[in-house]
Every structure is written in C-alpha cells, then in structure tokens.
C-alpha cells in the first residue's frame, strides 16, 4: 500500500462501533511512527442521529445511514464492520469487492454458513481482512500467555475462565438482535466467543468440548418502539412483548491438543457484574491469575517462591509486558490500561499489515479465526443438545 493517507471508515455507531471510531483517531499516537496517515472519513448507522453524534464527537468527517453509501465511495479505504453479525457477510463481501481493507468484530457471523462463506472470501480478497478479537491485544493477559508458552508454569494441567456479564440481567431491557438467534449464539456467542479466543491464546488449541449446559433464564423482552442503546431499559407497560431466543448462560468443559482441561462458564445475566472477564492458568509448577476489573495486574505463584513464602504475588503491568512500552503515554508499572487501549493497539496491527510493515506487533485474527472460534461454539452448542456430549472440534 503505497498511500500515505488512508481513508477509514465505520459502519454502526453503537457502544462498540465509538470505540472502533476512537481508536482509528488514536492509532497514530502508539508504537512505531512510519506509517501511512489516517483520515477519519465517515460514520455509517441505519439510524441517522447515532453516526452524527459519532461523527461529531470523534472528528469523522461525514456521516450516512446506509452502509452501502461506504461501500460505493472509491475514497474509503479501511472499514470496521460493528453492527448485527447476520449483517456481516453481506457487509464485508460488499466491502472486498469494492476493495477495501475489512476488520470485522466478532462473532464473525451469524450462522457456520455465513462464516465459512466469509473464511473462504478471505483467500481470495486480496486485501487485508481480520475479526475483532481484541483481548489479544491485552498486555496483561498477552504477558500470561507469552509466560504459558515459555513454560514458566511447567505443564499446564487446567484453564479455567469465564466472563459474566449483566446487560441481560435486567427482564425490561428491550429485545436487540442478539437475543434472536439459535442456542449458541446468545451469551455463549457474544462474550463467550471472547473467552474462547483467550483461553485459545493462552493454552493453545482446543480438541474437543463436553459437559456443555444452555439456559435462557428470561424467556421473553419488551419490543422498543424507537431506537435504543445496549442496555437500555423500558417502561414494560403494554408493550408487546416477543421472544428470547438464545441462552442466557452457557457452561462447558473442554480438551486442548496439549492435554490440558478446561472449565468454562459465560453469561448475559449475571446481576451487578457489568464486565467481569477472569482466566485462571494451573500447571504443575506454577499458576497466573487475570481479572479484567483489576487489568493493570496478574497474579503469578510459582517455584521461585523461597520455601515457606508462596502464594500468590501481585506483578503490576509494566514495560516488559508485550504491547506496553510504546502503547502507553505514561508507559510505568501501576498506570495500567483499559480494555479501550486494546482496540487501538488492534487497529495499530491492522494498519501494520495494510502498509506492508513489519515492526513488531503480531498480526491480526483473520476470518478463518473467527470462523473456528464459530466451530468451537458450534460444538458447545451441540453438546449441550446431546445432554452434555463429548464433541470434537472439526
């Protein structure tokens, strides 16, 4: 890519999408200078006060309501794709046509079809393409991770994570397109497909699931008569109501290639935990701990404790840590970081990969990543309609 300008985009101006939308205006601020320069160029979203208000709040210059208005504009060069993942397929082949650079958020799709369909355009795209796993991205979980690998912890023997959320929690809180959809595809696809991804980057992966429970604990949502942000709750008086029809929590045990087990829970409805990712890492010399509440730490526990002083030891994010040094304005032990920074460090290796340059960051999750994540998924949600089964991952 020879420009030294590149036009970008996002599609949907929802919570996720301001975020993408910040972090494309952040990306030049992190990590190597040298690359191209980025324009933010348009905000898309079906409902027109939303991509204004982004626009106008993140320097875009244009905003539409029609994602096609994006698609036909030969000036855009990168998009991010953040709306309903049935739209995603459609979107993103669209976009590659008009060639134009794709980073899609996750879950990649909204079917195993539409998945593969959109694996299989990655191949012959000829441009950059790559889903939304930002938690990649995260210092302190990369450090656990590139620890793992190292073999700090010796073998690893047991994962356990979960992530456990509250934006369902609420029965008033209106019907939205991710409660719509197969078992597999509600709490499970959302941030499960997070969990799965990270627990994936830590120990490797997985070779089967088993065990796999599914419950929708609220089985119908008021409908909204206008538009309406996640999480935003309704007066349910003589509103009509329709059906929930996705899990709401989802458990499940797991094989990794390596022998290492895994014990895994998600969930839209945990009452007052707005966004509690934790990954706990065992191995036969050592143990991490994670929580994304207390980001700018893990805890480790090993044999370098002298006899009689183990336990587990706080060991605050610092420069040593992979992503910190260059991705931080104040890059020192105890400043920490947000899961914010994560998208921004994602849009920097996306750009990366754009510009044909290599200094240093690996690159981005591709469309078969997501499209294996939606295996994965696939098989829980298979296990869980066969009373607990063990399934392989194909």
């Known amino acids: 890519?020879?420009?030294?300008?590149?036009?970008?985009?996002?599609?949907?101006?929802?919570?996720?999408?301001?975020?993408?939308?910040?972090?494309?205006?952040?990306?030049?601020?992190?990590?190597?200078?040298?690359?191209?320069?980025?324009?933010?160029?348009?905000?898309?979203?079906?409902?027109?006060?939303?991509?204004?208000?982004?626009?106008?709040?993140?320097?875009?210059?244009?905003?539409?309501?029609?994602?096609?208005?994006?698609?036909?504009?030969?000036?855009?060069?990168?998009?991010?794709?953040?709306?309903?993942?049935?739209?995603?397929?459609?979107?993103?082949?669209?976009?590659?046509?008009?060639?134009?650079?794709?980073?899609?958020?996750?879950?990649?799709?909204?079917?195993?079809?539409?998945?593969?369909?959109?694996?299989?355009?990655?191949?012959?795209?000829?441009?950059?393409?790559?889903?939304?796993?930002?938690?990649?991205?995260?210092?302190?979980?990369?450090?656990?991770?590139?620890?793992?690998?190292?073999?700090?912890?010796?073998?690893?023997?047991?994962?356990?994570?979960?992530?456990?959320?509250?934006?369902?929690?609420?029965?008033?809180?209106?019907?939205?397109?991710?409660?719509?959809?197969?078992?597999?595809?509600?709490?499970l696809g959302d941030v499960g497909s997070h969990l799965i991804d990270s627990a994936e980057l830590v120990a490797g992966p997985l070779k089967a699931v088993s065990g796999a429970t599914m419950a929708t604990l609220i089985k119908e949502r008021p409908v909204a008569k206008g538009h309406v942000t996640r999480g935003t709750a309704l007066d349910t008086d003589n509103a009509e109501m329709d059906t929930v029809e996705n899990d709401d929590v989802a458990t499940f045990t797991a094989e990794f290639e390596s022998g290492a087990i895994g014990t895994f829970s998600c969930s839209r409805v945990a009452w007052n935990m707005p966004n509690s990712l934790q990954i706990q890492v065992l191995g036969t010399k050592g143990r991490a701990e994670w929580d994304l509440a207390r980001t700018g730490e893990i805890k480790v526990d090993d044999v370098n404790s002298p006899a009689g002083l183990g336990g587990p030891r706080q060991v605050l994010v610092n420069p040593d840590f992979p992503y910190y040094a260059r991705g931080n304005s104040m890059p020192v032990a105890g400043v920490g970081l947000t899961q914010i920074e994560q998208f921004t460090y994602q849009a920097h290796a996306f750009l990366q990969q754009v510009a044909g340059v290599e200094n240093g960051l690996p690159k981005c999750a591709t469309f078969a990543d997501g499209y294996r994540e939606m295996r994965i998924a696939d098989a829980i949600a298979r296990s869980a309609a066969a009373g607990g089964a063990r399934i392989e991952i194909q």
Request: aromatic content about 8%; charged content about 25%; glycine content about 10%.
């Open 1 to 187: 890519m020879s420009k030294d300008v590149l036009n970008v985009a996002v599609i949907g101006a929802g919570m996720a999408g301001t975020t993408h939308a910040n972090a494309w205006r952040q990306v030049g601020t992190v990590y190597d200078l040298g690359l191209p320069k980025i324009h933010l160029h348009t905000i898309a979203d079906a409902y027109m006060p939303f991509a204004e208000d982004a626009a106008k709040r993140y320097g875009y210059d244009n905003a539409v309501d029609d994602w096609k208005k994006v698609a036909e504009n030969p000036e855009i060069d990168i998009v991010s794709i953040v709306v309903g993942n049935a739209l995603h397929r459609e979107i993103a082949e669209a976009l590659i046509r008009a060639g134009k650079h794709v980073l899609c958020e996750k879950p990649i799709a909204d079917t195993l079809e539409n998945a593969k369909a959109m694996a299989e355009a990655e191949k012959e795209a000829g441009v950059v393409t790559s889903v939304g796993f930002t938690f990649r991205r995260n210092a302190a979980l990369a450090e656990v991770a590139k620890l793992a690998k190292e073999g700090h912890f010796g073998e690893i023997a047991h994962i356990d994570g979960r992530y456990w959320c509250d934006y369902g929690c609420d029965p008033t809180t209106p019907m939205a397109w991710r409660y719509k959809g197969p078992m597999g595809t509600g709490a």
